[in-house]
C-alpha cells in the first residue's frame, strides 16, 4: 500500500517555474514507477511523465518537454516535478501516481495540488 501526497503548486506567472513533490509513505515505494498527471478545467486528465523505479528511464508527453523534468529520490520516498518556462495551458490540478514495475495500471493516486499559470 502506499499514500501519495504531492505539494509545491501555486500560482505563477507564465515563464515561472515551480517544483511539485509527491512523498509516498509505505515501503514499496522503490519498487514502482512514478508518474506525474494533470487535469486541466474542464478538460479530461492527461499523462506528463513518468520515471521508471530506479530512476534510470523517463518518458514525458511532447507538449512538456524540454520543460518539465521529472525526478525521484528513493531514499526519501519523493517524486518531482520541475516544471520551468510554465504556459498558462499548463494550468492543472496535478496528480502523482504509482504504478507496479513497468505496469501502466496505476494503483495509487495523490490528492492533487493545484498550478495555476498566469498570462
Known amino acids: 500500500q502506499l499514500q501519495l501526497v504531492e505539494s509545491g503548486g501555486g500560482l505563477v506567472q507564465a515563464g515561472g517555474s515551480l517544483r511539485l513533490s509527491c512523498v509516498a509513505s509505505?515501503?514499496?515505494?522503490?519498487?514502482?514507477?512514478m508518474a506525474w498527471f494533470r487535469r486541466p478545467p474542464g478538460k479530461e486528465r492527461e499523462f506528463v511523465a513518468r520515471?521508471?523505479?530506479?530512476?534510470?528511464?523517463?518518458y514525458s508527453t511532447e507538449s512538456v518537454k524540454g520543460r518539465f523534468t521529472i525526478s525521484r529520490d528513493n531514499a526519501k520516498n519523493a517524486v518531482y516535478l520541475q516544471m520551468n518556462s510554465l504556459k498558462p495551458e499548463d494550468t492543472a490540478v496535478y496528480y502523482c501516481?504509482?504504478?507496479?514495475?513497468?505496469?501502466?495500471?496505476?494503483?495509487?493516486w495523490g490528492q492533487g495540488t493545484q498550478v495555476t499559470v498566469s498570462s
Open positions: 501516481a504509482a504504478a507496479y514495475g513497468s505496469s501502466w495500471t496505476f494503483d495509487y
Open positions: 509505505g515501503r514499496t515505494f522503490s519498487s514502482h514507477d
Open positions: 520515471i521508471s523505479w530506479s530512476g534510470g528511464s523517463t
